[in-house]
T-cell receptor, first 115, second 112 residues
Framework: DAGVIQSPRHEVTEMGQEVTLRCKPI?????LFWYRQTMMRGLELLIY????????DSGMPEDRFSAKMPNASFSTLKIQPSEPRDSAVYFC?????????????FGQGTRLTVV | GDSVTQMEGPVTLSEEAFLTINCTYT??????LFWYVQYPGEGLQLLLK?????DKGSNKGFEATYRKETTSFHLEKGSVQVSDSAVYFC???????????FGAGTTVTVRA
């Protein structure tokens, strides 16, 4: 398997524009996670899905953020409108079953810069 | 709530030096504990893990022992290499929550 695939790797956009980040989890994994990484706040869990259903979105910072998982092989994280403080690296991760010692597999991340 | 506290970096070492990164946790029940590593420009990768008290996780010369009595999971390596330069994250997983909680990360730089 190619691992968790995220696109784009880098995104530069102007404030106010809509941004869509994409993720393809590892086939067969039931859980999908979106994280945001910044110098100030470290790694923050934004939302996670189980079998395509959002389970916990308490980490989503505000209504400008939304995430969907229309099928088992694809998820999006959308920011509309984007703001400079949204600049961060966004990671997607997937896991077959997050229990015991099962690990989460991370994508390489999307570096978002909002100017 | 559940949380993980790591020693703050950055840590700078010479090659072949001994590395320790402290990690303590707060959780009810019996979480699983992990160390993840992030190399420059990449995502996080699992380095090692332990699922119950007194378990020792090990990989690539790194070790960490799950100590319930001190609620700790310190990462150690006896002789670091330049290629070990990375950011290291301690993480906790509670089974019922299905959420990984990460520490702030510790940046380690190894000089030749």
């Amino acid at each position: 398997d190619a691992g968790v695939i995220q696109s784009p790797r880098h995104e530069v956009t102007e404030m106010g524009q809509e941004v869509t980040l994409r993720c393809k989890p590892i086939s067969g994994h039931d859980y999908l996670f979106w994280y945001r990484q910044t110098m100030m706040r470290g790694l923050e869990l934004l939302i996670y899905f189980n079998n395509n259903v959002p389970i916990d979105d308490s980490g989503m910072p505000e209504d400008r953020f939304s995430a969907k998982m229309p099928n088992a092989s694809f998820s999006t994280l959308k920011i509309q409108p984007s703001e400079p403080r949204d600049s961060a690296v966004y990671f997607c991760a997937s896991s077959p079953l997050l229990s015991g010692g099962t690990e989460a597999f991370f994508g390489q991340g999307t570096r978002l810069t909002v100017v | 709530g559940d949380s993980v506290t790591q020693m703050e970096g950055p840590v700078t070492l010479s090659e072949e030096a001994f590395l320790t990164i402290n990690c303590t946790y707060t959780a009810t029940g019996y979480p699983s504990l992990f160390w993840y590593v992030q190399y420059p420009g990449e995502g996080l990768q699992l380095l090692l893990k332990a699922t119950k008290a007194d378990d020792k996780g090990s990989n690539k010369g790194f070790e960490a022992t799950y100590r319930k009595e001190t609620t700790s999971f310190h990462l150690e390596k006896g002789s670091v290499q330049v290629s070990d330069s990375a950011v290291y994250f301690c993480a906790l997983l509670k089974i019922n929550d299905y959420k990984l909680s990460f520490g702030a990360g510790t940046t380690v730089t190894v000089r030749a």
